[in-house]
């Protein structure tokens, strides 16, 4: 139950809708601020009063339009308040909202709209307009086209296309018409109807898409809530893509039932510094915008006088062996206990104000793995950094660790509310008010997935005697070696984006006598590191081939290695010339890699390797912004590991 200082306008009961509860909320705190919106410049400002209205004008103006329930509303675009009152609206019609990635391809969007067979899309601008308007004349169904930024968009005369205000001033027409409207709109939809409809990561094919209910949803709420991962009025900054279940479920439904304050940044560029400008309370983001934190701390260290960096790594070394002492359930010594204050007052509480991080209760980091290096720093900095374990299909939400028990190696225990048991196979198997109930008309993945009402979560993993989780890694992904060795290539990879200069790793050697790693750097990391050190390069391609670089990263290996039992250890590697790209089908939108896909592009580096070959040929068709298409080729090194 909320706290005794906590008002609260839901009582944990699943048995409602989020339009109820916000309903209740626009009552409740009418005039307490329940979004914000950085936009030229200023904060604009919604109380839930005003917010409600904006839903319920949205849902009788769609109604206007002939938008049913089960229908399908395709959202595109970035965070934005109006596209979050979109999907609130087409959940409470009983109608699916279905976000999509802002970056998605022409392709993508056609899959998910033949999928759905969407006839609505809710779009972010003109950008986003022009993608469906391509898409419409090549076949596509949609018949409705909301736009919410105008810019660009007011010569258009296309059927069908409306504008934001244009949707609102419908609805608050209908509305104005009955005063039975509003109280109908709010009790319409069922617990169990959807109330968002999300794509699962896609990594071992086509992603599939999971439904989740208000019921659903508002379970992993509570789930957490009483697992103590957030509480009533917190402060958060909505910044994760919106097609992300991870964003739906602590935005939208945490934030509605908890009547969370949620500040939108302008746009993705300025999230650090719209992070500073609201201090959140409450922070979740994936490792690698953790990773990019932090090298924006070392590169606001790095500018700073020689006394400055002195003191900081001085204060920070200790701090660091402070926290990984406490992490291996010791306490700090007596020196580190004396300077802790004294560092929490000249580093530790200067970069947390810098940064926007001095008011956090909750800071979080789920998706995959995060470096322990990272981690620790984060906690020595005075950050209460914990790990999220969850999948799409169980509203984000299964697992963290509690304040007080932090381990590296483990996820923590499973919520209250939630079941987990490991199946005869090693797989994690999860029952809780918070899994879906199937994928949408794919009869037979849900059979696969759901049995008796566990969900087959596709992880390896085990418990601990004291009932800590540990996360292997994909269930498909373990594989043998020539020698008989099982190993998860997710469980290497994940070890050596624990190095900062890794960016992505896919770990190969199916069938094969040893083990090999084709790596991707990261450039912003290994660039300023290049920098530092005087050694010029013209590109990613050219940074990734320099022999520092390529030693700078064996080191990294080496470390790796020094954790892994003989027969797992890496043999080679190769630094890639380019990235992993979501839009080149080698990873997923929330970058978790396509391994068919990988091991079938890079081959010839693959069978190099195992040639035993020093270098290898690489060639690429690249295309050209005037259409062209060129082809690229690049040497690349084989180094032992």
């Known amino acids: 139950m909320p706290r005794a200082d906590q008002a609260s306008a839901w009582n ?24 914000r919106e950085k936009s030229k410049g200023i904060w604009q400002e919604a109380t839930w009063r005003e917010l409600l209205e904006i839903v319920l004008r949205c849902a009788a103006g769609l109604e206007t339009l002939g938008f049913k329930a089960g229908e399908v509303m395709l959202v595109l675009g970035d965070n934005r308040p109006r596209l979050y009152a979109g999907m609130l609206a087409a959940g409470a019609l ?14 993508e969007i056609r899959h998910f709209v033949h999928e759905a067979g969407a006839r609505f899309m809710l779009a972010e601008d ?21 736009y919410d930024d105008p810019r660009g968009l007011t010569a258009y005369s296309h059927p069908g296309l409306v504008s934001w205000d244009a949707l609102q001033a419908r609805g608050a027409e209908r509305l104005a018409a009955s005063a039975d409207v509003r109280a109908e709109l709010v009790a319409r939809a069922r617990p169990d109807d959807p109330a968002v409809f999300v794509h699962s990561s896609g990594s071992t094919g086509k992603p599939k898409g ?25 402060s958060i900054l909505a910044y994760l893509p919106m097609a992300w279940v991870g964003d739906f479920a602590v935005t939208m439904a945490a934030g509605v039932a908890l009547h969370f304050t949620i500040n939108i940044p302008e746009r993705q560029e300025t999230v650090l510094q719209n992070l500073r400008e609201i201090a959140p309370t409450f922070y979740l983001a994936a490792p690698r915008s953790w990773d990019n934190l932090l090298t924006a701390i ?23 062996s402070a926290e990984k002492r406490k992490l291996d359930g010791h306490e700090p010594t007596l020196k580190q206990r004396l300077l802790g204050p004294l560092g929490e007052w000249l580093v530790s509480g200067p970069i947390k104000d810098q940064f926007g991080l001095t008011r956090l209760r909750g800071a979080f980091t789920g998706g995959e793995a995060m470096g322990e290096d990272t981690f620790v720093f984060y906690r020595a900095l005075g950050i209460k950094l914990r790990q999220l374990y ?34 005869d196979t090693g797989e994690i198997l999860i029952r809780s008010g918070s899994v879906f109930s199937g994928y949408f008309k794919q009869e037979e993945a849900t059979r696969e997935s759901l049995e008796d009402g566990w969900l087959h979560t596709g992880d390896a993993g085990y418990v601990e005697p004291d009932g800590h989780l540990v996360v292997l890694g994909r269930v498909s992904d373990v594989v043998h070696t020539a020698k008989g060795e099982r190993y998860i290539p997710n469980y290497i990879e994940n070890r050596l984006k624990f190095s ?19 790596i991707c750097i990261d450039k912003d990391a290994v ?20 022999p520092q670089v390529i030693e700078l990263v064996a080191s990294a290996v080496k470390h790796v290695n020094s954790t892994l039992l003989e027969g797992l250890q890496l043999r080679q590697f190769v630094c890639l010339h380019k990235e992993f790209d979501a839009d080149d089908g080698e990873i997923t939108r929330t970058r978790k890699i396509r391994r068919n896909v990988v091991e079938e592009r890079y081959q010839p580096i693959i069978d190099a390797i195992y040639d035993r070959k020093r270098t290898v040929l690489m060639k690429a068709q690249i295309s050209y912004e005037s259409g062209e298409v060129g082809v690229i080729e690049r040497t690349l090194t084989i180094q032992e590991a």
């Open 94 to 107: 009983g109608g699916y909202a279905m976000p999509a990635y802002p970056d998605a391809t022409l392709d």
């Open 500 to 518: 900062p200069y890794i960016k992505d790793a896919a770990v190969v050697g199916r069938g094969r006598d040893t083990l090999a790693a084709l």
């Open 126 to 146: 003109q950008e986003q307009v022009d993608k469906i308007l391509e898409l419409r004349d090549k076949g596509a169904a949609i018949e409705h086209i909301i």
């Open 12 to 35: 944990f009961e699943t048995d409602t809708t989020l339009i109820r509860v916000l309903a209740r909320d626009a009552e409740a705190f009418p005039d307490r601020v329940a979004v």
């Open 210 to 234: 999971v439904v989740l209910s208000h019921r659903n949803l508002l379970a992993g709420v509570r789930n957490a809530y009483q697992g103590k991962a957030f509480d009533f009025g917190e």
């Open 390 to 423: 969850g999948q799409t299909e169980s509203c984000a939400y299964n697992a963290i660790q509690s304040l007080d028990e932090v381990r590296l190696h483990t996820v923590g225990r499973p919520l209250p509310g939630v079941e987990l048991k490991i199946s």
């Open 298 to 320: 070392q590169v606001r260290v790095e500018d700073s006088s020689w006394l400055k960096k002195r003191v900081y790594e001085f204060f920070m070394a200790s701090a660091i």
């Open 527 to 546: 660039g300023l590191w290049a920098e530092l050190r005087g050694i010029s390069y013209i590109s990613y391609a050219d940074l990734s081939q320099k």
